[in-house]
């Protein structure tokens, strides 16, 4: 048996070795860590690069953990990027040891701090969910698009064309949210979430967000935090709350079942798309496809 434990961890390198051979590419490899990133760095680079995602649609990145495969793709990559922020809380230490070999991209760096939102003086207590406000969204992929182009100067005229499209098509997006929220604005309802993503989606569109959890799926509400949403609910006649795609939705069930108690009928809606994109042949399955979805459905659950 203790033979066998020493001759386990060699087995799991050598067969990691064999999950992704870069000699055999005929384009180079970009890792990302989500779903969300890997469709709008796809949109950047088109053709030019083959861009593999870490953790698939339906993954929470505050909770990930990366496995065997995760690391043998991240050491074996041409470039990889990252959100940042610590939304990969779980995988930050990787990140910095990977910055002594490896080209890194950090698409919230350059961010200045009176646009973040911050729940605490701690560099975790950044909020991390910037693609909800369409506008921070975009900066981060022009940044993107200016690192990458410094990396590979020879794609530098179509990675541009292809950025000046696909922000053109978030500009679109942002004015669209815009004008929904503003009609969604003069029902003087609010967006009560399961945890507390979408606060850059308030503060850009001008409406009145609450989460039960805090920004981090990884903390737990409490009774008070509860009571207090309940009270809340009712005294607005609050018509929905949102469960969410990548959380269990039992804590905000307790809110519903808060709101019946004191007999407020009310809709738990949803799911919506937080930390992931639905899936790939689903209208949630790109960035922008996300981004619609989410915004109907809160716009149809708040108004009926």
């Not at 979408?198 to 935090?225: C, H, I, M, W």
């Amino acid at each position: 048996m203790r033979k066998l434990l020493l001759i386990l961890p060699i087995l799991l390198l050598s067969f990691a070795c064999k999950f992704d051979n870069p000699e055999e590419r005929t384009r180079p490899q970009i890792v990302v860590t989500t779903s969300i990133l890997a469709d709008g760095i796809r949109n950047l680079v088109g053709e030019n690069a083959d861009v593999v995602s870490l953790m698939p649609a339906g993954v929470d990145p505050h909770l990930y953990k990366a496995s065997v495969r995760d690391l043998d793709l991240l050491q074996n990559a041409d470039l990889v990027i990252y959100h940042g922020l610590f939304l990969e809380g779980k995988m930050t230490e990787i990140f910095e040891k990977l910055a002594f070999s490896k080209d890194l991209i950090n698409v919230s760096e350059t961010l200045s701090n009176d646009l973040l939102i911050r729940s605490g003086p701690e560099a975790h207590s950044v909020d991390p969910h910037i693609w909800f406000d369409v506008s921070l969204w975009s900066m981060a992929m022009e940044y993107a698009s200016d690192e990458i182009i410094k990396w590979q100067p020879k794609w530098k005229s179509s990675v541009e064309r292809n950025t000046e499209a696909y922000l053109n098509e978030l500009a679109d997006l942002h004015q669209d949210n815009l004008s929904k929220v503003a009609e969604l604005r003069k029902t003087n309802q609010a967006l009560i979430t399961a945890h507390d993503a979408f606060s850059y989606f308030g503060k850009a569109y001008n409406l009145e967000v609450l989460g039960l959890q805090g920004l981090s799926t990884l903390s737990e509400p409490g009774l008070r935090d509860l009571t207090g949403l309940v009270s809340f609910i009712v005294e607005r006649d609050i018509h929905a709350v949102f469960a969410e795609q990548t959380i269990s939705p039992k804590a905000i069930e307790a809110v519903v079942a808060g709101c019946e108690n004191q007999n407020h009928k009310i809709k738990l809606a949803g799911p919506l798309y937080t930390d992931s994109l639905g899936a790939p042949d689903s209208p949630a399955g790109t960035y922008i496809g996300m981004v619609k979805t989410n915004v109907q459905v809160i716009f149809e659950s708040l108004t009926k």
